[in-house]
């Protein structure tokens, strides 16, 4: 799960730079960056971060048998 992170991290902060133009907000206490921007970024990782961790899941699921059935 620890790439699938690294991964996400990686294509959030190389698409806001390509989206905006300069890299994504690193410290949220810095006058020149808006609460905007903030929240923007912290909106789009978060979900990017949520979607690679169940990708990670789901294909660590499949590759250890998936679902199986336990009878008592």
Do not use: C
């Not at 991290?9 to 390509?18: H, R």
């Not at 020149?32 to 970024?41: M, P």
């Not at 971060?49 to 059935?69: D, I, P, V």
């Amino acid at each position: 799960m620890a790439v699938a992170g690294m991964v996400a991290s990686k294509v959030v902060n190389v698409g806001w730079k390509a989206v905006t133009g300069h890299n994504p907000p690193e410290d949220p206490e810095d006058p020149g960056v808006r609460l905007a921007e903030v929240l923007t970024f912290a909106l789009i990782s978060g979900a990017l971060m949520g979607l690679a961790r169940q990708l990670a899941l789901t294909g660590a699921s499949r590759w250890y048998g998936g679902n199986r059935e336990v009878e008592a």
